[in-house]
């Protein structure tokens, strides 16, 4: 499966962005789906994952309650609607896709997006 992710930008502490990770290639409904992200100097960290079936949800502790994630498997994408955004969420942000669940660690996603910048300005 091929993953784009697309929507990242320069957003003021406070606001909200959407991301979108488009696919193709293979059924996007056998897929669950996350977000990753990588700041300048660090690893990358786990952010979010959704089911296949978009049933079930998983945040890490820093974005819960801020973050959602969600999926329309008719149009085979995935999103990240990131809201109350702090300047200690600017990264870049991956799309990642697996077929087991539930996984936060980067090395069981084997199939990755090419990663949109977030900036988030105080």
């Known amino acids: 499966v091929q993953l784009q992710a697309s929507g990242g930008g320069l957003v003021q502490a406070g606001g909200s962005l959407r991301l979108s990770c488009a696919t193709s290639?293979?059924?996007?409904?056998?897929?669950?789906m996350a977000w990753f992200r990588q700041a300048p100097g660090k690893e990358r960290e786990f952010v979010a994952a959704?089911?296949?079936?978009?049933?079930?949800?998983y945040f890490a502790d820093s974005v819960k309650l801020r973050f959602a994630i969600s999926r329309d498997n008719a149009k085979n994408t995935a999103y990240l609607q990131m809201n109350s955004l702090k300047p200690e969420d600017t990264a870049v942000y991956y799309c990642?896709?697996?077929?087991?669940?539930?996984?936060?660690?980067?090395?069981?996603?084997?199939?990755w997006g090419q990663g949109t910048l977030v900036t988030v300005s105080s």
């Open positions: 990642a896709a697996t077929v087991s669940w539930l996984r936060s660690s980067a090395r069981d996603y084997p199939y």
């Open positions: 290639g293979r059924p996007f409904g056998n897929y669950v």
């Open positions: 959704i089911s296949r079936v978009g049933s079930t949800t």
